[in-house]
């Protein structure tokens, strides 16, 4: 990677105090990045079209946008407010891209997700089907407004010639992740269950599902390079795979996460809930091609390090009980 690249780059990053906006930002820093841009949700709110038409009218030597902000988390939240989360999701795309371009901003990266695929989309999920069928219906109106942004993207290259590029990450994991049992992803959640179960000595955790679907997961720092190499690199139109290439079932998870805790009690399934997407497993064969980008996290040592962190921050973590 180039580091004089990025020293005249003047970087807004939405999103960028978050879970893996907080790994980008030190990623550019470390690249010598000219100048990085964190708006907050507190003073700049990017639902709304005004504060985000304020960001770049404060901002108008802005080269580049990394758009990570999203409302997002796993299969229970999404269920719960798939209203909100479609719109959310929606209008911060919608508004960042279109005033990006306004303001001449030289290039937009957009961050998608996995829950844009085809629930039964062919595995591994190649770029060129996405559009093969409607998404697993838990977390659709997410994946849904998340690919529109896709859409607004190539949208603008083909009328303005506007350069917005469009990365689909697998489902991260790693430290500063969300340990809400509410809201957070399948493998903070789980961690979380394990660690307290372990520490209090429960005789059982409960799991959601029946542990049959598979996942591919990234290390967030992972993630973080292979947005940064786009960033610098990679200028095309299509969308383009973020993974590890690496599919594992959610009961496998579970066990490896309950052998690194050293927690040994019981493992009860909760069918009543949903499975979620059968699998998902990408092909990561073009962001190699096109950008050079190969996650080297090893799994079960990135599950070691977020399982230790989480030990280490639990004090200052607001805890809930577990259910």
């Not at 999701?89 to 508004?95: A, D, I």
């Not at 603008?156 to 340990?179: C, S, T, W």
Request: glycine share 8%.
């Amino acid at each position: 990677m180039s580091d004089s690249f990025w020293l005249d780059q003047v970087v807004i990053v939405t999103g960028g105090a978050g879970f893996l906006g907080r790994h980008v930002v030190e990623l550019l820093k470390a690249r010598s990045a000219g100048r990085i841009i964190v708006p907050r949700s507190a003073t700049c709110d990017l639902r709304e079209q005004g504060a985000v038409a304020r960001l770049f009218a404060d901002h108008p030597d802005t080269t580049m946008v990394i758009h990570l902000a999203a409302n997002v988390g796993g299969i229970g939240i999404n269920r719960e407010h798939p209203g909100l989360f479609c719109y959310e999701n929606l209008m911060m795309g919608t508004l960042m891209l279109e005033y990006a371009r306004r303001a001449g901003v030289a290039k937009f990266v957009g961050i998608g997700t996995v829950c844009s695929y085809p629930k039964f989309a062919p595995v591994p999920f190649k770029e060129e089907d996405l559009w093969a069928g409607y998404p697993e219906e838990t977390n659709a109106p997410y994946g849904l407004a998340k690919k529109m942004l896709l859409v607004q993207s190539q949208a603008y290259r083909q009328e303005y010639g506007f350069n917005a590029i469009h990365l689909l990450p697998v489902n991260l994991y790693g430290p500063h992740d969300k340990f809400n049992l509410k809201s957070s992803h399948v493998i903070p959640a789980v961690i979380r269950k394990m660690v307290d179960a372990q520490e209090s000595g429960a005789a059982h955790v409960t799991l959601f599902g029946d542990g049959s679907p598979t996942r591919e997961f990234l290390f967030v720092r992972d993630a973080a390079e292979g947005i940064v190499l786009a960033a610098e690199r990679y200028n095309g139109d299509e969308p383009v795979n973020l993974g590890s290439a690496f599919e594992i079932s959610i009961r496998d998870l579970v066990e490896v996460i309950a052998d690194e805790v050293g927690y040994n009690g019981e493992l009860r399934w909760d069918t009543s809930k949903p499975n979620g997407q059968p699998r998902r497993k990408l092909d990561v064969s073009r962001a190699e091609r096109e950008f050079g980008f190969v996650s080297r996290t090893d799994f079960r040592a990135g599950l070691r390090e977020t399982i230790q962190w989480y030990r280490q921050q639990r004090p200052e973590l607001t805890l809930r009980p577990i259910s």
